[in-house]
């Protein structure tokens, strides 16, 4: 079984920055491909970046150039730095390991966290 737990999130002014932070417990993130989403009220959960086992990183075009997703593996940790953060980034964020399947595809992962919520005010 494996446990992920976000942290990080908070109230942000536009422009601003965060660091969220995603840590395995139980089986970790060895071998595997870390994602984050977010979810938006009243909007479908939707892709933010992925990072595969041998660093190769993904972006969605919305965040491509603002967020950087890294991961630590001695700390069973991946983190999503996120900056020049906008109000339409407003959501809760969900780190999530991949089983299989495409890194941008929700349905190719099994294990996700609770999520933490990102405010960003205009």
């Known amino acids: 079984q494996v446990q992920l737990v976000e942290s990080g999130g908070g109230l942000v002014q536009a422009g601003g920055s965060l660091r969220l932070s995603c840590v395995a417990s139980g089986r970790t993130f060895r071998g595997y491909a870390v994602g984050w989403f977010r979810q938006a009220p009243g909007k479908e959960r939707e892709f933010v970046a992925g990072?595969?086992?041998?660093?190769?990183?993904y972006y969605s075009d919305s965040v491509k150039g603002r967020f950087t997703i890294s991961r630590d593996n001695h700390k069973n940790t991946v983190y999503l730095q996120m900056n020049s953060l906008k109000p339409e980034d407003t959501a809760v964020y969900y780190c999530?390991?991949?089983?299989?399947?495409?890194?941008?595809?929700?349905?190719?992962?099994?294990?996700w966290g609770q999520g933490t919520q990102v405010t960003v005010s205009s």
């Open positions: 990072i595969t086992w041998t660093a190769d990183t």
């Open positions: 999530a390991r991949r089983k299989e399947g495409p890194v941008l595809v929700a349905d190719s992962y099994n294990y």
